[in-house]
């Protein structure tokens, strides 16, 4: 009785998930004119590794995903501590934070566990010949 006691026990340990802890990051999106924008991806893109060029295959993981509510504001949650570059808008012309075309003049976000990472506004960077408009 005594062993089966402790093989459910030992079974019960090893099913129960593991919380790991984790943070969050929020901030605000607006366009070149100071307005706010709705609507707008923002991800958290993993750093890549000390080694791993950001132009190399898997080089960046998008961590989360989210977009913008009608004040143009996020909130990632869920986000794995670690650095992350915070992007906004199209996929193939990202806006890094703070507002920038390059990964070069992106700056990296620390998350750390339980933290809440917050002002990280972006404006975003309109390529050129493109126009936004909206209703």
Known sequence: MR???LIALLFASQAAPVAQ???TVT?????TGGSSVAGIRVTAMAVPQPGVTASSDNASTLERLTTTDSDGRYRLEN????RYYITAGLLDYPTYYPGVRTLAEARRVAVTANSNVSGIDI?????TGVRVSGD
């Open 123 to 127: 404006t975003l960077v309109q390529p």
């Open 27 to 31: 901030g605000q999106i607006q366009s």
């Open 79 to 82: 986000v794995s501590p670690g």
């Open 21 to 23: 802890a984790v943070g």
């Open 3 to 5: 062993t089966l006691i």
